[in-house]
């Protein structure tokens, strides 16, 4: 499916069934999806860098199960990896051990190498998207989403299919049957999606590039995939 596709119809929301879901990372994004999917019913794991007793008032919040990260996959059909990229070669080994077949794998991670992460030479040397760099720490396919999403957004924007004002999300990945499930999941929270296509095409949702942060619906975000450029900007160059 080319870029900017928008695959389906947006005015069809659909229910995916109650999903067992792990969080990898209760930061603002991490701990706004906790929120959102822990409220449509889903069971919910969810796992931070300093152990699951630093979590219970989400978890008393939600609902949802504090776990160690190397729990937080286990049985589910969808994790989110959301730490900072320069923590995710420290995630423990096999930590997708355990999810079920098939499991979808979210990405939102962003490079930021003056202002967090350090220069990753595979990323600006090799020319890597950075979610195909995540991609072989974890030994799994990935599919990236929300990492040019505002985390509060998540909370105050969710729209009902068809409504004017809803937002679309931009999602790529080449795994189209977890790709399918993530935009599925995503348009239950409330957000419209366009496909903009494998990880190696990815660069085009990234830190600056027209569509990240970008409040728009299907056609806008549609555009400011295509105006994208793959050079990466100065100021997120090591």
């Known amino acids: 499916m080319p870029p900017g596709s928008a695959g389906h ?20 994004i991490g701990g706004n999806l906790t929120r959102r999917l822990t409220a449509l019913g889903h069971d919910v794991s969810v796992a931070n860098s300093r152990g699951p007793h630093t979590l219970t008032a989400l978890a008393e919040e939600t609902g949802a199960t504090p776990v160690r990260a190397e729990e937080a996959a286990r049985g589910a059909e969808v994790v989110v990896v959301t730490v900072p990229l320069k923590a995710v070669p420290d995630l423990p080994s096999g930590i997708l051990d355990g999810a079920a077949d098939g499991v979808a794998v979210i990405d939102t991670n962003n490079y930021y190498p ?38 509060q957004d998540i909370l105050d924007r969710p729209r009902p299919a068809g409504d004017p004002d809803r937002m679309a999300l931009p999602v790529a990945g080449d795994d189209e049957a977890a790709k399918a499930k993530v935009r599925a999941l995503i348009d239950e929270l409330g957000f419209d999606t366009v496909d903009a296509g494998g990880i190696d095409e990815s660069w085009r949702q990234q830190p600056d590039t027209p569509v990240y942060g970008l409040r728009a619906g299907v056609e806008g975000v549609t555009k400011a995939l295509a105006e994208a450029s793959p050079e990466r900007p100065a100021a997120f160059r090591g």
């Open 9 to 28: 119809d947006p005015r069809k929301a659909r229910r995916v069934g109650i999903m067992k879901i792990g969080i990898i990372g209760a930061g603002n």
């Open 114 to 151: 003056q202002q967090r992460d350090g220069r990753i030479a595979a990323i600006e040397d090799e020319g890597r998207t950075e979610s195909r760099w995540v991609e072989g720490h974890l030994g799994h396919p990935v599919i990236k989403a929300f990492n040019g999403t505002y985390a």
